[in-house]
């Protein structure tokens, strides 16, 4: 019964993977990736995957609050962290360098090669980083760091993988680099961050942090809108959009925390902190 069921699972995951790849590239540029069967780069994993996270977020929240103490995860981060450092970063210099190497620049409409992508490997990197970051939910929730878990954490996490499996799949060169450049940058940064501040309490530029990531989002609306307005050779035009519409709503989202934060914000008292001072 449970291979049959499974079978079922494949069976119609297959079939919604070609409906779904055929509406977003009508041109069939996505039949000739020869990097298409990769471990994990399927609707089958992508959904699996995205509808445990869900569940997990939901009843792990649940559980955590029935009374279990929290799980100590600074051991584990005390790993993880670096070694998002590391990926994000080689993933950022690796795209840069490919893109130099083959004549890129910084203006869409560049090569695209549906049969033999430049950036076929380092986009399916980044894309299983996607996955990998699904660990910062995981550290919050066994953790029992409420504050931290919101819609705006949720959502980006949740929809980023399906993003960057579309992506993936339908837009394996090309443009594609500019968001592996721009956004391995920040998390080499914002991974960094996090692990300079498990070892000291106040860090001065965690503001700048948010500014940071707005700036990317903000880049990444023009390339896309560019991307998509001058309907570039190869590329799918359903992908800009879909990344221009994604990107928007995290500007938005990400504005409406800094706003919230650091503009109207609770701020410290003025004899708080001339006391700091002495």
Request: glycine share 4%; net charge positive.
């Amino acid at each position: 019964m449970s291979a049959e069921l499974l079978q079922s699972y494949y069976d119609w995951a297959n079939a919604t993977e070609t409906k779904l790849l055929d509406w977003v590239d009508p041109e069939g540029g996505w039949k000739v990736h020869p990097m298409a069967d990769y471990p994990l780069a399927n609707f089958a994993s992508v959904y699996a995957i995205c509808v445990g996270y869900l569940l997990f977020v939901i009843f792990g929240t649940a559980l955590m609050k029935m009374g279990i103490p929290a799980v100590k995860t600074s051991p584990f981060q005390f790993v993880y962290n670096p070694v998002q450092v590391i990926a994000c970063s080689y993933m950022c210099v690796e795209a840069a360098i490919q893109a130099y190497r083959n004549g890129y620049s910084a203006a869409p409409c560049n090569a695209f090669k549906a049969d033999a992508p430049v950036m076929g490997n380092v986009l399916y990197l980044f894309y299983l980083s996607k996955m990998l970051d699904l660990c910062d939910t995981v550290f919050i929730i066994l953790g029992k760091k409420w504050k931290q878990l919101s819609i705006l954490h949720v959502y980006h996490h949740l929809t980023v993988l399906f993003v960057y499996y579309v992506t993936f799949r339908a837009a394996q060169d090309g443009d594609s680099y500019a968001t592996i450049v721009l956004n391995g940058f920040v998390h080499t940064i914002m991974y960094t961050y996090y692990f300079v501040s498990a070892h000291t309490r106040d860090i001065w530029w965690k503001k700048y942090l948010t500014r940071i990531q707005l700036i990317q989002f903000v880049t990444m609306n023009v390339q896309g809108y560019l991307t998509y307005s001058r309907q570039c050779p190869g590329m799918p035009p359903k992908v800009p959009l879909m990344y221009l519409v994604y990107v928007q709503s995290l500007f938005w989202l990400f504005m409406n925390f800094y706003i919230r934060a650091y503009v109207f914000g609770p701020k410290k008292p003025v004899v708080e902190d001339a006391k700091k001072k002495v």
